[in-house]
């Protein structure tokens, strides 16, 4: 599994975009980057999925770089309610047996009034 | 749509007691199931995981126990709890679909004293 390196914590002000890079330097060409957000005591939530260049939803967007080894987690316009901690991870999208997700510490957000 | 439960919510149990967790999924048939553990401001790690009944992978030597009895049925058990089991306990599910999407339940905080 490809290992991922984030930063450990962020502090961010209301209505701003929040970035977090995270770095996956092994990423496997079969490889997809997956972003989860934790909440304080519930489990984490699945956000966004990509492979390469830009994917965005309601909640994120997503941006890679051609060559793969690093992606950014944007957060547009955030509030206080975005206060979690993100977890970058990478691994294949399809297996046959159990996949094995591989949570690091994360990044901390902290958005401020 | 798909729902998972985990209870007890919150466990308050002295060391050398036994443990039992449940979760269970509603709503799909067949998923894979896992158990994470998350220290207190920690990432989460993967404790048991299964791809059917009776079928259960572990993945971190330790006097924990997991058993799958029914399809939507994922047991975490202990004959003996210690210090170092106190944690917030997570089950998760997840279909043959997106491998790296996974759908975890509210937890179960457990206080070993």
């Known amino acids: 599994l490809a290992k991922t390196t984030q930063p450990i914590s962020m502090d961010s002000y209301e209505g701003q975009e929040v970035n977090i890079t995270c770095s996956h330097n092994?990423?496997?060409?079969?490889?997809?980057i997956t972003w989860y957000q934790q909440f304080p005591s519930q489990g984490p939530r699945f956000i966004i999925q990509?492979?390469?260049t830009k994917v965005t939803n309601e909640v994120a967007s997503l941006f890679i770089p051609a060559d793969r080894k690093s992606s950014t987690l944007s957060l547009p316009r955030v509030s206080l309610s975005d206060t979690a901690v993100y977890y970058c991870?990478?691994?294949?999208?399809?297996?046959?047996?159990?996949?094995?997700?591989?949570f690091g510490g994360g990044t901390r957000v902290l958005v401020k009034p | 749509s798909q729902t998972i439960h985990q209870w007890p919510a919150t466990l308050v149990q002295p060391v050398g007691s036994p443990l039992s967790l449940e979760c269970t999924v509603e709503?799909?048939?067949?998923?894979?199931l896992y158990w994470y553990r998350q220290a207190a401001g920690r990432g989460l790690q993967l404790l048991f995981y299964?791809?059917?009944?009776?079928?259960i992978s572990s993945e971190v030597p330790q006097n924990l126990s997991a058993s799958r009895p029914q399809d939507r049925q994922f047991i975490l058990s202990s004959k003996k709890l210690l210090l170092s089991d106190s944690g917030f306990y997570l089950c998760?599910?997840?279909?043959?679909?997106?491998?790296?999407?996974?759908?975890f339940g509210p937890g179960t905080r457990l206080t070993v004293l």
């Open positions: 709503g799909t048939s067949n998923p894979n």
């Open positions: 998760a599910w997840r279909t043959s679909g997106n491998y790296n999407e996974q759908f």
């Open positions: 299964s791809v059917g009944i009776g079928q």
């Open positions: 991870l990478v691994g294949v999208k399809i297996k046959a047996a159990g996949n094995k997700l591989t």
């Open positions: 092994n990423i496997a060409t079969n490889d997809y």
């Open positions: 990509g492979y390469k």
